[in-house]
């Protein structure tokens, strides 16, 4: 006979979608993780841009992290 006993085709089938919750699990946590990658790189390029366009470019990423008055003049020889 052509047919085919209704147990094997049940097993394959659960086979089958558990191998697409696993597939769909391992793409949303791609996708996930390319999401907050890809949010991050365009936060900090943003951050960068805005710091260099307030401050006209002339302030260098350290010089806001010490304050003016903790920098002591180099002594003039």
């Not at 949010?39 to 003016?68: F, H, K, Q």
């Amino acid at each position: 006979m052509f047919l085919q006993p209704a147990r094997p085709r049940q097993r394959s089938q659960k086979r089958f979608h558990k191998r697409h919750v696993l597939a769909n699990v391992l793409a949303n946590v791609l996708a996930n993780v390319l999401a907050n990658v890809l949010a991050n790189v365009l936060a900090n390029v943003l951050a960068n841009v805005l710091r260099n366009v307030l401050t006209d470019g002339t302030s260098s990423p350290t010089s806001s992290l010490t304050p003016d008055w903790q920098v002591s003049p180099r002594p003039s020889s």
